[in-house]
């Protein structure tokens, strides 16, 4: 029986996604325990068990048919090839008169009281007297403790066996073996956001989890005792009200055809600029490589328009799966994508000639670390807080002044502070196992890692200069401040992982393998110099403190056109002319602002080719670009990481964006207005309640009603062979089954037949994309 108990726990958290932590808050799929089903099948389990919704309203249909992002030609298709027959409005206006309605929650007190146990249990660090007893683990904690609990009702200690196992075995004598899983997916689901975030504990083994551990099996040990003691069943009532098929039908069709708009869209434009590719021969002043990011289309646009620039686009990780050690405050936090396991570790070590100053740095870090510690503690102590807010008021006052009158120069001053460290400080690499040489790790790690980057990318020439831009959110006040930073580096800053690429690229002995081994030849006269790309004020930062003379002049030429872009790229997203860098660093350091920025709402596709195939025309930033040159690329091992890679993670980030946009209470964040901050790591609506886990609201919609960002699944685009592709998906089933289950949708550009487009069907098979010829017949692939 126990091993039954464990069996179906572990089944039953399958299906309940990874709750991040605010400070990682990382961008995931809500529903990727469901991705082995198709998309339709699985959000309507998931609709089951979450009681959510998992279409667009009624209300973001209308506003999409009312703009034309829904073609009526490409509607009226579909509804007849789905045997419906009536006119788009007839379907519109069916949906609009059904109202949804809302069923009361009869498990709401158990909710009320495992929220509250939870909230205790898995603080870190926000309590300033912790819960008791924690290092007995979750159930060890509450066992000693629920005896006080008056909600829960009497209940002796004696009461309660010593396990979380044996009190499951206890409650479920009367339970048969083949309900276990139902009864434990309605339970888990029941909290998704709180079960999650145990997720994301267990997963990841992290340092608070060894510390306080807590698993499902000890959840659902104490919920099910507590919904006994409640006199409650164990197991839900099924659903009274019948599930309208033809609703979903409907809604299915809607969101179908509004992919299918923005895809006809994006080939259009993709098959213009194939047309009108103009290969330039001249050297460019400088090349600059960006995240993949959608935000970074927008400042490659300005930038390119600004003088002889080329720009690339590359996961903003930059090819290092590393974590990083800040000076700062010594944690070290991951800086890779989450799927990846960290090989290095980065830290900071002086420059040359610098180690006075990094010496006093280190000692300025810790008086003000002190400072920070001691005020804190006055503030949360009993005996000395109300003290302490008479004394300090005036100058808490004159700050929050400051901070409400003048958020600008507010910014500027702590931005200017911020940008110290870097013009003492160099990063310094390690592999986590043991240190290989002097600099940290082998010779052909430190080669490998920068030939990747070229490869993936498909480098040909080197200009004088070449940046490497990581990018990262600048707000205040803003708890969800990490999701706007780099998905790629796990929601962190890529500007350590940018610094680390362009010093691995400097080293003499990296560029003498390149040229001997790979036939890579970097010119002499080229300097890599890392970078960081402010999203909120699309300031771009070089650390340049340690650049030869001879690149001083570019290097400020630079500097001036980048402050240009930056002007021109702030009017387009702001919509204001003239004072656009300062409503951008206003917002920056609001603390009133609800939207500092808007991060990736509106992302719907991700193109991987060359740059000349977006240069000329104005995405939007609804596009993640990736650079990528097929013909470099022979054996296709570039092309098959990308895949396996940043797309996958483009893919987390649309349908972390899509499902907290279709509901935005269950899969969302919720308004910001109401939020409260529990425990460090997380949000609740209000003064309980389960934990928040995706966007807020002022994340994704510009009013409670007003949609701005477009809840659809990602579209992708690779110029490729198509031969070359079809290999690549037979051999990664986990891909396969992701375009097949259609959570994903997959185009190919074959430049071997005239650029043209195909459509990924299921099973590896191919149409041509092009409204000509829509109804030509499927091509099947070659057998692989």
């Not at 510390?211 to 099996?217: F, H, K, Q, V």
């Not at 700050?399 to 600008?408: D, F």
């Not at 070449?466 to 803003?478: K, M, T």
């Not at 994340?699 to 409670?704: A, F, M, N, P, R």
Request: charged share 20%; proline share 4%.
């Amino acid at each position: 029986m126990n091993q039954q108990i464990i069996n179906s726990v572990n089944e039953a958290s399958k299906v309940i996604g990874k709750t991040w932590p605010l400070y990682t808050f990382v961008a995931s799929n809500p529903l990727s325990g469901y991705e082995k089903s198709s998309f339709k099948d699985a959000i309507k389990t998931a609709k089951n068990n979450f009681g959510a919704n998992a279409f667009p309203s009624t209300n973001l249909y209308l506003q999409a048919w009312e703009k034309g992002d829904i073609n009526k030609n490409i509607l009226v298709a579909l509804l007849k090839e789905n045997g419906l027959t009536e006119p788009p409005k007839f379907y519109l206006d069916f949906l609009a008169s059904k109202k949804e309605t809302v069923e009361i929650n009869k498990n709401h007190a158990v909710d009320v009281i495992m929220a509250k146990w939870l909230s205790s249990f898995m603080d870190e660090g926000l309590a300033e007297w912790e819960m008791p007893y924690k290092t007995e683990g979750f159930f060890g904690a509450w066992r000693l403790l629920v005896v006080y609990d008056s909600e829960t009702g009497k209940t002796a200690l004696k009461d309660i066996p010593k396990t979380s196992l044996e009190t499951l075995e206890l409650l479920l004598k009367n339970v048969k073996e083949s309900e276990y899983l139902k009864l434990f997916t309605q339970h888990l689901a029941a909290l998704p956001g709180w079960t999650g975030y145990i997720n994301h504990r267990t997963q990841s083994n992290t340092d608070w989890h060894q510390e306080y551990p807590i698993d499902a099996i000890d959840y659902l040990a104490a919920r099910l005792w507590t919904a006994k003691k409640l006199n409650l069943s164990f197991f839900s009532e099924e659903g009274t009200t019948f599930e309208n098929e033809s609703i979903s039908k409907v809604q299915y069709i809607l969101l179908k055809a509004w992919e299918q708009t923005w895809q006809n869209q994006l080939i259009k434009t993709l098959e213009n600029e194939s047309i009108s590719q103009v290969k330039e021969d001249k050297t460019p002043d400088a090349q600059m490589v960006f995240c993949i990011d959608t935000r970074s289309e927008l400042i490659r646009r300005h930038i390119e328009s600004k003088g002889n620039y080329e720009t690339f686009g590359y996961a903003g990780f930059f090819g290092i799966t590393m974590d990083y050690q800040s000076l700062e405050d010594g944690i070290t936090r991951k800086s890779c994508p989450p799927i990846v396991n960290s090989a290095y570790q980065v830290s900071e070590i002086a420059q040359n000639n610098c180690e006075e100053k990094l010496t006093q740095y280190e000692q300025k870090n810790t008086i003000n670390s002190f400072k920070l510690y001691f005020l804190t503690r006055i503030k949360n102590m009993i005996p000395s807080a109300f003290g302490f807010v008479e004394g300090a008021g005036f100058f808490y006052g004159l700050s929050l002044i400051g901070r409400t009158i003048m958020p600008r120069k507010m910014y500027q001053l702590n931005d200017k502070k911020a940008s110290k460290l870097e013009t003492i400080c160099q990063p310094d690499i390690n592999r986590y196992d043991n240190n290989v040489d002097s600099f940290g790790i082998p010779l052909a790690e430190k080669v490998g890692i920068v030939k990747s980057a070229f490869d993936l990318m498909g480098w040909k020439e080197f200009a004088p200069l070449v940046i490497f831009a990581g990018h990262g959110s600048h707000s205040a006040n803003n708890p969800f401040g990490s999701s706007l930073d780099c998905g790629a580096c796990a929601a962190s800053p890529g500007r350590h992982n940018a610094r680390m690429l362009a010093k691995l690229a400097n080293l003499p002995e990296v560029r003498k393998v390149l040229a001997e081994n790979h036939n890579i030849i970097i010119p002499k006269n080229t300097i890599f110099i890392g970078a960081e790309h402010n999203t909120t004020t699309d300031d771009i930062v070089l650390f340049d403190s340690e650049i030869p003379d001879f690149h001083k002049e570019l290097v400020k030429n630079l500097k001036t056109n980048l402050l240009k872009a930056q002007k021109t790229a702030t009017e387009d997203r702001l919509g204001s002319k003239g004072n656009s860098v300062s409503s951008a660093e206003q917002k920056a350091n609001n603390w009133g602002e609800t939207r500092p920025e808007w991060g990736l709402a509106k992302n719907a596709g991700f193109i991987v080719g060359p740059r000349n195939l977006t240069k000329n025309t104005n995405l939007d930033s609804r596009c993640f670009l990736h650079s990528y040159d097929w013909e470099l690329d022979t054996e296709g091992k570039a092309l098959e990481g990308i895949i396996q890679g940043p797309m996958t993670v483009t893919q987390w980030i649309n349908n972390h964006y899509y499902f907290s946009t279709v509901d935005n209470n269950i899969y969302g964040g919720g308004s910001k207005i109401t939020h409260n901050i529990t425990g460090k790591f997380g949000v609740v609506q209000g003064n309980g309640g389960d934990l928040k886990m995706g966007l807020p609201l002022q994340s994704l919609y510009g009013s409670d009603e007003e949609m701005y960002h477009q809840p659809l699944r990602l579209s992708v685009i690779i110029q490729a062979p198509i031969s070359r592709v079809s290999e690549i998906i037979a051999r990664n089933a986990g891909t396969k089954t992701l375009l097949d289950n259609e959570w994903i949708y997959l185009m190919v550009m074959d430049p071997t037949s005239n650029n043209e487009i195909f459509k990924y069907k299921k099973s590896i098979q191919w149409q041509a994309a092009s409204e000509k010829k829509q109804h030509q017949k499927i091509l099947e692939t070659f057998e692989i």
